[in-house]
């Protein structure tokens, strides 16, 4: 207020200056002093007129300045935004997108009883029972170390929730596997190939049904009963273990699937080889009912196949059929300890059943298909001594019906394993783990051979 008085002082005393200075001049007309007076008054006149100027612009000035909406506050951090659009501006309108993954290094020290697993085989990079050498009595033992990373994996989703209720869900699932086939070689690069493990869509009613189209895990496997393992899988051998092309129906406790069909095939007399076949025509049909509560969880599956096999060269061209039964869960023994299990029995399971263990038929002399029977299953304890330390023990087991008069000797009659591991987790989401692993595969002809192999990893989930 007094900045406002004292800047009006000056204005007022010119205008009475200008008041007063016509009077004095009349007064004294015509001599030099009034011509000086006259000068004087000029001068004083311009000066005021400078002032009343000032002073108008500083009346605008203030009037704009209270009228102008106040501005914006800059962004506390004062930097600029990366992301001005969206990353998917083709999406559905609030669509989420999520991306996780973990990298996972292996180490481990194998030794065979009857000769080495081969280099490149998947047998090097975790425990595939098929792949344990079985040779005649007096084999030289085989020793390897390995150790790679190419078992990491990465994934991206987008899920969307429309207005009308629906839910859509996109998955997409890497690792670095390749098919365990070694792209590049250990001498520098130790370069491996990119590899599909998932990839599907999933509609989600507003009534609770889904419909899921693409290639995961297939239906008539359980991947919730798989014990807590260091190894990529763990019980291999007792382990329903596919992911492949599929339609499924979700309603509920109840779920039902349309897959991809394949046929793995013994020769007559085939001396331990293998033929897959690819002209089956039906789809592989399962089912699936799952009980959950406080106490764990129990689910039962059901398949029924088709077997299918052409060879214009041997005049060969049958088909047949084959189903199986599998019953898994975990059963809940207080806040530290659970058990899982999965039990399976069927015929023509093979494919599915120990990663593809044994084959799903045979051909008879008449070129005629015969499904195999089989079973397996698996018992795991979880027990955790303290929110960082945890240790699981389990055992696998497989077991074939072979017909020695068509398959030969050399088949596979069966398998089985224990392990024992211990992981420690010093930190969120950062696992140091070892498991020791003793495994034996059995011919039909009897002749077996052994497995025994210390495998760790590090592994840190994101």
Sequence with gaps: MNHRLQSRKPLALSLMVCLLAPGLALAQAGTPREQALEARVAELEKIVQQLVAQQQGAQQAQAAQTAA???????????????????????????????????????????????????????????????????????????????????????????TDLESGDKLKG?????????????????????????????????????????????????????AALPDAVDFVGPTEGTIFVRQAQVRYTKGAWSFSLENPETTITPYHGVGARISS???????????????????????????????????????????????????????????????????????????????????????????????????????????????????????????DNDAALTGGAVTKGAESFHANLIYSPVPKLDIGAELIWGRRTLENDLDGDLQRLHTHVKYSF
């Design 278 to 400: 690819d002209d089956n025509n039906i789809p592989d049909l399962t089912a699936r009912w799952q009980k959950k509560g406080d106490w764990g969880y129990v689910s039962v599956a059901g398949m029924v196949r088709q077997f299918a096999y052409q060879n214009p060269a041997t005049h060969i061209d049958d088909t047949s059929t084959g189903g199986a039964l599998s019953v898994s869960g975990r059963f809940n023994l207080g806040k530290n300890d659970d058990l899982r299990y999965m039990a399976t029995y069927g015929k023509g399971i093979g494919r599915y059943l120990g990663l593809g263990l044994a084959s799903d038929t045979v051909l008879d002399a008449g070129g005629n298909l015969e499904a195999i029977g089989g079973y397996g299953g698996f018992a795991a304890w979880r027990h955790a001594f303290s929110p960082k330390l945890r240790s699981n023990l389990f055992y696998s087991m497989a077991a074939f």
């Design 171 to 223: 998955y997409i699932e890497l690792d670095m596997f390749g098919g365990g086939n070694i792209t590049g070689n250990e001498v520098s690069t130790n370069t491996y190939g990119v590899s599909l493990r998932q990839a599907y869509v999933n509609w989600t009613r507003p009534n609770g049904s889904s419909v899921l189209a693409g290639q995961t895990w297939s239906n008539f496997q359980d991947v």
């Design 69 to 159: 909406p106040a501005a914006a506050p800059a962004a506390a951090d004062n930097k600029p935004k990366i992301q001005t659009a969206p990353i998917m501006p083709s999406a559905n309108a609030g669509t989420r997108f999520s991306y996780g993954g973990f990298i996972k290094f292996d180490a481990m020290v194998t030794n065979t009883s009857d000769g080495e697993i081969p280099d490149g085989s998947v047998g090097r990079l975790f425990y595939v029972p098929s792949t344990i050498p079985v040779g005649a009595p007096g084999a030289n033992e085989g020793s390897d170390t390995d150790m790679g990373a190419q078992l990491s994996r990465f994934w991206f989703a987008g899920d």
